[in-house]
């Protein structure tokens, strides 16, 4: 087995997420975690920083050796895959195409819930992912600015405060035939409970950092 490690990157604590399901589904792995606290978020900037951000955070992580980079962070999948294949040495994988893959094909020809950071939202790359797995599924896309800085604060699922922003963002979405949401961004795992709580029980939740760590 290929001794080096995973080396994995998010813009802040979101991709820990990322890291807890790669741990339970290859424990014998060794991982590297950059969190770039300091610049926290990235949903809110422009392409060009998003890019340059990405290539500062993976090019540190070359110094570990690592034999796979994991882009855990949905904005960075979303505006700079190109630029992190081209700069990297090793393979890499983000989180946009596996979620979007597993949100197919729950929903088939049904309607999915795309939640993410305003620049995931604004780049349109889940919609183009999930239609290159060629259904026609409905895509509605909600970005959820305020996620990021609840889970960065240190507020969980049960935090008033939380509970009050997941209503707002998602209630309005509540008549419509929902058949998969996806969490776009590896924030949003850490306040599933309240998401599933005003979503409702029917409708499936796919935790894209999940299927990302699948695929690795």
């Not at 770039?36 to 920083?49: L, S």
């Not at 962070?73 to 979007?100: F, K, W």
Request: glycine share 8%; hydrophobic share 45%; with cysteine.
């Amino acid at each position: 087995m290929n001794s080096k490690p995973i080396a994995v990157f998010d813009s802040g604590l979101g991709g820990l997420s990322v890291v807890r399901h790669l741990r339970q589904i290859l424990p014998d792995e060794d991982i590297v975690y950059f969190g770039d606290t300091a610049r926290v978020p990235y949903g809110t900037k422009t392409r060009a920083t998003v890019v340059n951000f990405s290539l500062d955070d993976a090019t540190f992580l070359l110094q570990f050796e690592p034999k796979l980079v994991v882009v855990a962070c949905n904005t960075a999948s979303a505006l700079a895959m190109p630029e992190i294949i081209r700069a990297m040495p090793v393979p890499v994988i983000g989180v946009v195409e596996p979620g979007a893959r597993t949100a197919a094909e729950i929903a088939g020809e049904g309607t999915i819930v795309v939640l993410g950071t305003e620049a995931t939202v604004n780049s349109g790359a889940y919609p183009a992912a999930i239609a290159a797995c060629g259904v026609n599924s409905r895509v509605i896309q909600k970005a959820c600015p305020l996620f990021v800085p609840l889970v960065e604060e240190g507020r969980d699922a049960g935090d008033p405060i939380v509970r009050m922003t997941v209503e707002s963002y998602l209630s309005p979405l509540k008549t419509e035939p929902i058949r998969a949401i996806v969490l776009g961004c590896t924030h949003y795992p850490l306040l599933r409970e309240a998401i599933a709580t005003v979503i409702g029980p029917a409708v499936h939740i796919v935790d894209s950092g999940r299927e990302a760590s699948l695929a690795v």
